[in-house]
């Protein structure tokens, strides 16, 4: 029974520091949350490209 317990309180402490992540990098403007390149990718901005000369209408 208290095994149960501690494992239902572990897996809901892991879900709402995951959640948690995801909020506070979306709220940084990041569209890609987890990819290494989220916060210079010119997929989802265009004046990124523009600025970087990159080519990024493929």
């Known amino acids: 029974m208290i095994a149960t317990i ?9 879900i709402f520091f995951a959640v948690r992540y995801i909020v506070r ?4 403007g990041n569209k890609c949350v987890g990819c290494p390149y989220a916060g210079e990718c010119c997929k989802y901005s265009e004046l990124s490209a523009l600025i970087d000369g990159n ?4």
């Open 6 to 14: 501690i494992a239902v309180i572990a897996l809901a402490a892991v």
């Open 25 to 28: 990098e979306k709220k940084k």
């Open 55 to 58: 080519d990024c209408a493929k």
